[in-house]
Structure formats: C-alpha cells, structure tokens
C-alpha cells in the first residue's frame, strides 16, 4: 500500500493520530496484502484503545474504503469476506 493512503481525502475527519499509530502499524510490514492490511488495522485498534484513541466503526469503513481503491475484484471480495469474519468474532455492544 503506498505510503500517502493516510493522505486520501476520505480520511481526512479522521484524528491525524490515529493515522499516525495505524501507519506506523504499516511501516513494520513492508508490503501489505488486503489480508495482512485488515490484520494490522485490527492490531493498531486495539493498540489505539489502549491509549485512549479508539477507531469508530465509522473509521474503519473509511480506511477499509480507501484499502479497497484500485484492488481487483477478487481482491475486494476477500476483503469483504474477512471484514464479516471480524465482524461475527467482534463482541457485539
């Protein structure tokens, strides 16, 4: 994923820290496949939580948006397939 998809516009009501923390989540793996994307923004919430900068479902749907840009259909549908798994294992509130 390129460095600048913190940049993109649909993120742009999003707290400049928690982009901060999800791209430094990024910049550990190298290259990120949709799969490993999806793993590192479960990671970097649940990091984020802890410092008291909690990812609203909102959010994610935006990031989520803007990992799915320029991917291959099949690509959109693994990552929609992975979305409803975190969902269904989510605890609901």
Do not use: C, Y
Not at 21 to 29: A, D, T, Y
Not at 30 to 37: A, C, L, Q, V
Not at 51 to 75: D, N, W, Y
């Amino acid at each position: 994923m390129a460095q600048d998809w913190s940049k993109n516009d649909a993120l742009s009501n999003i707290n400049p820290q928690k982009l901060e923390l999800l791209q430094s989540f990024l910049s550990q793996g190298g290259h990120n496949s949709p799969n490993e994307m999806l793993s590192i923004l479960m990671a970097a919430s649940a990091a984020s939580k802890k410092k008291g900068l909690q990812f609203t479902p909102e959010e994610i749907e935006q990031i989520i948006a803007v990992v799915r840009m320029g991917k291959s259909p099949a690509e959109q549908a693994r990552i929609e397939r992975m979305m409803r798994m975190i969902q269904m294992m989510s605890p609901r509130r």
